[in-house]
C-alpha cells in the first residue's frame, strides 16, 4: 500500500530536523570557525534540507503539479515534462509558484484558542523562494572545487581561505533560518478538480487541506502533523 502524502512529508521533515541538528553540532563543537571540511559538511546538509523543503512542496499539491509539468511540457534538454525527473531545487521552486501561491511553508506564531477554534498567527518570517534559492546556490558554491587558473595562485588561496572563514557565521544564519521557518508551520494545498481552468486560475484557487507540523522537542526524533480541511 503507498504511503500517503502527508505520512512522506512527516518523514522528509523529521529528516530535515536531524539534519539540522548535525549542523548546530558542528557548530556547537567548532569555537569560533568551522574546520573546512565541516564547513562543506554543513553546506551539503544545507543544500538537502533546501532540496528537502521543494520536494515535500510537491506532495501538498501533487496532482496538480503533476498536470502543470505535463501541461508545460520539456523546459530544457534534460526535462521531458515528467514532474517525477524534475530535480533542480531553484526551477522546481520558480514552477511550484506558477501553480499555488502557498507553495512556501507557512511558519506559525502564537496559537490562541476561543470557542473551541484555533488560531494562528503568522510568524514574521522571509518566506520568498529567492531566499531559498539564494541558499542553495551559495551552498552549491562550496560543493565543487574552485578551477585554479587564471590568476596568480597565492591570491585564489587567499581568496578560498576567506570564503571559508566566512562560512561559519552564514551557516549559523542558515540553521536558524530553517528553524524559524519549519518548526511550526502550515503546508496548504488547493482545490484541484483537473480540470485546466482550475490549474490556471491561481487567483480563484481555494485552499483546502492544511498539514499542520510542529518539530516538537528539539531532540526528539518526533515531528507531528495535524491534518485540517476546508468545510
Not at 60 to 82: I, P
Not at 122 to 146: Q, R
Not at 178 to 184: A, M, Q, S, V
Not at 211 to 227: A, G, P, R, T
Amino acid at each position: 500500500m503507498a504511503a500517503k502524502p502527508h505520512i512522506i512529508y512527516q518523514s522528509m521533515m523529521l529528516e530535515i530536523k536531524i539534519r539540522i541538528r548535525e549542523i548546530d553540532s558542528k557548530l556547537e563543537n567548532a569555537g569560533n570557525s568551522l574546520s573546512a571540511l565541516d564547513v562543506e559538511f554543513c553546506f551539503l546538509q544545507a543544500r538537502k534540507i533546501v532540496e528537502q523543503i521543494c520536494f515535500s512542496s510537491i506532495l501538498c499539491d501533487q496532482h496538480r503539479y503533476k498536470d502543470f509539468r505535463l501541461a508545460e511540457g520539456m523546459t530544457s534538454n534534460d526535462d521531458v515534462g515528467d514532474y517525477e525527473k524534475d530535480w533542480n531545487s531553484r526551477v522546481i521552486l520558480t514552477k511550484l509558484k506558477n501553480i499555488t501561491p502557498h507553495f512556501m511553508p507557512i511558519p506559525l506564531g502564537e496559537n490562541t484558542r476561543s470557542n473551541n477554534v484555533n488560531h494562528f498567527k503568522k510568524a514574521d518570517v522571509n518566506t520568498t523562494h529567492t531566499k531559498l534559492i539564494n541558499i542553495y546556490k551559495k551552498c552549491g558554491s562550496f560543493l565543487h572545487i574552485p578551477k585554479p587558473f587564471g590568476e596568480d595562485y597565492e591570491t585564489y588561496i587567499n581568496k578560498q581561505r576567506n570564503r571559508y572563514k566566512q562560512a561559519t557565521e552564514t551557516i549559523h544564519d542558515y540553521s536558524n533560518y530553517f528553524k524559524d521557518l519549519l518548526w511550526c508551520h502550515a503546508a496548504v494545498s488547493l482545490e484541484y478538480s483537473g480540470s485546466p481552468e482550475s490549474l490556471e486560475a491561481l487567483e480563484n484557487a481555494n485552499p483546502k487541506t492544511v498539514w499542520l507540523v510542529n518539530f516538537e522537542d528539539y531532540e526528539s526524533d518526533n515531528v507531528s502533523i495535524v491534518l485540517a480541511h476546508a468545510n
